[in-house]
Nanobody, 125 residues
Framework: VQLQASGGGLVQAGGSLRLSCAAS????????MAWFRQAPGKEREFVGF????????NYADSVKGRFTISRDNAKNTVWLQMNSLKPEDTAVYYC???????????????????WGQGTLVTVSS
C-alpha cells in the first residue's frame, strides 16, 4: 500500500486548504484512513479518521467543526478540508491507513500500518 499526501502550503489565518491522500496497492473497503499532524518539537497528534466502508468519521476536539474528512471510493482518495485555519494548525500533515482498527484505538499512531510522506501546512497570523 502506498499513500501520497499533497495539498499543503502557506495560508493566512482564517483561510482554507484541502489536503488529499491518494491510496494505491490494494482494495481499501476494510480500512480506516486517518490524518495526523506533527508540529515542530511536538509529538504526532490525531486529527481525524474516516472508515472507508460506510464513511463514518471522527475528529479531534481541536479541529471539530473546522475540518472535514471525505473520501472518493472510485479514486481511492481521501481529503481533509480545513477551514478557519489557525496558526496553531501549522504542522506537517500525514495520512495513514490500516485495517482491523477498532474505534477506541483509532486515535493512536501505532495502530496504523501505512503512512504517507507528509505535507506541510503553514498558517500565518
Amino acid at each position: 500500500v502506498q499513500l501520497q499526501a499533497s495539498g499543503g502550503g502557506l495560508v493566512q489565518a482564517g483561510g482554507s486548504l484541502r489536503l488529499s491522500c491518494a491510496a494505491s496497492g490494494r482494495t481499501f473497503s476494510s480500512y480506516v484512513m486517518a490524518w495526523f499532524r506533527q508540529a515542530p518539537g511536538k509529538e504526532r497528534e490525531f486529527v481525524g479518521f474516516i472508515k472507508w466502508s460506510g464513511g463514518s468519521t471522527n475528529y479531534a476536539d481541536s479541529v471539530k467543526g473546522r475540518f472535514t474528512i471525505s473520501r472518493d471510493n472510485a479514486k481511492n482518495t481521501v481529503w481533509l478540508q480545513m477551514n478557519s485555519l489557525k496558526p496553531e494548525d501549522t504542522a506537517v500533515y500525514y495520512c495513514a491507513s490500516g485495517t482491523g482498527i477498532i474505534q477506541s484505538m483509532a486515535r493512536q499512531t501505532r495502530v496504523y500500518t501505512y503512512w504517507g510522506q507528509g505535507t506541510l501546512v503553514t498558517v500565518s497570523s
